[in-house]
């Protein structure tokens, strides 16, 4: 079958949870199927990742475009615009007349059998008389993510524009997802939320992973942090364990080191004046941070759908501390394969623990491969996919 994937970032390198998420559907697909490839990139440096992922497809395609605040100018003017129009600023800033154009012209010359959009952002591009099958692939429920952040945040001009957003998701998503003929949801928990509006044809898709044990006890104690910092969740968090949460596990383990391993940090994040911080910036392969750590932390407190940090770490055999929220929407069990703490003291008190409990930290590594086994496997994805497509 021939089918046109479409996504807002191309998967490489495996630098983020969605990019995981996305490259890992494309790997099953491209088994079966004739892979044709559509993505943005945010600069022109970035071109060279399409021809890293030439073995997955048998065509790429690509437009620049830059991030917000670099090509939109005025951009502050055009959000408070926006707030008088019916489609979401998230929505309207990653239109793209070129994208657009080069959908359209692609399927006019190579006639697909299905088309496969991977993230809201990119549902735009489904052309209205496409005539084959019609999929999408869910990575948040931005209904849920806005209704966060607008009951999380403080200052009032951000906390008017989540509200702003969250309303004008409400209808949007729901009649995005009236256009296809599967909607593929990254959790069961999401699954049930999209139920609740007129859409019937939904399936659970799991993050499929292929596990890499590489857990082991560590000479200097070492907390892993991975996540994209520009995304507003992931820097809360980081900030929340940094100052807050780190300074009591530091009473207890003097030596202990934290690596902060993901694309697009801050420069306050970079300038951090602290020796026993790390911050790599994006990274081609986390692995070797995986190998070097005690622990991965997933300190989330706003945010929506499912961390796929937690099942990359577990994937590779490392014992994980959560919040509650960072572990939403996974069937994961406290004190089985995961801990999960919602205050600063009780997530110290358990990174401290799995740091210096080696039969903890190796009950939590075992017990998280078996997760990944069960509930994530290739195999389990691959037949979900196989099904939707027909093959």
């Keep these: 079958m021939k089918i046109l994937y479409v996504t807002q970032l191309l998967p490489y390198p495996k630098d983020s949870g969605g990019k995981i998420k996305t490259f890992e559907t494309i790997n099953m697909l491209s088994e079966k199927n004739d892979l044709h490839i559509v993505s943005f990139v945010d600069s022109q440096e970035k071109l060279v990742n399409a021809k890293l992922l030439k073995k997955w497809s048998n065509s790429i395609n690509t437009v620049v475009l830059p991030s917000t605040t670099q090509r939109i100018r005025f951009f502050y003017l055009k959000i408070l615009l926006n707030l008088f129009n019916p489609t979401p600023f998230s929505i309207k800033r990653n239109y793209s ?16 059998d299905a088309i496969h959009i991977d993230h809201l952002l990119m549902t735009q591009y489904l052309l209205r008389d496409f005539q084959g099958i019609k999929v999408y692939e869910e990575h948040n429920l931005y209904t849920e993510m806005f209704k ?66 590489m857990f082991k006890m560590q000479k200097i104690p070492t907390v892993l942090f991975c996540g994209v910092l520009s995304w507003w969740p992931n820097a809360d968090g980081f900030w929340w364990f940094y100052s807050v949460i780190y300074p009591i596990i530091r009473k ?140």
């Design 148 to 213: 966060r952040y607008f009951e999380f945040e403080t200052d009032l001009r951000k906390k008017f524009f989540y509200f702003s957003e969250y309303i004008k998701f409400k209808f949007y998503e729901s009649r995005e997802f009236e256009k296809f003929d599967s909607v593929l949801a990254i959790s069961d928990r999401d699954k049930k939320l999209i139920a609740k509006t007129t859409v019937k044809n939904i399936t659970t898709l799991p993050v499929a992973y292929q596990i890499k044990s």
């Design 97 to 112: 007349k070129k994208m657009k154009k080069l959908i359209a012209e692609l399927c006019k010359k190579e006639k697909f």
């Design 252 to 391: 207890s383990l003097a030596n202990v080191k934290l690596m902060v391993v993901g694309h697009n940090p801050t420069e306050e994040i970079k300038n951090i004046n602290d020796k026993s911080v790390i911050v790599t910036g994006s990274v081609k392969d986390t692995d070797e941070y995986y190998k070097r750590a005690s622990a991965v932390i997933v300190p989330i407190r706003a945010g929506a759908g499912i961390r796929i940090k937690i099942l990359d770490a577990m994937a590779h055999g490392l014992p994980v501390v959560s919040t509650p929220l960072g572990a939403e929407g996974l069937p994961v069990e406290n004190n089985k394969n995961i801990l999960l703490a919602d205050n600063p003291e009780e997530f110290a008190e358990k990174v401290i623990e799995v740091i210096k409990n080696k039969k903890l930290a190796l009950k939590l590594s075992k017990n998280g491969l078996e997760y990944i086994k069960k509930n994530n496997s290739e195999d389990k994805s691959a037949m979900i996919l196989n099904k939707i497509y027909g093959n």
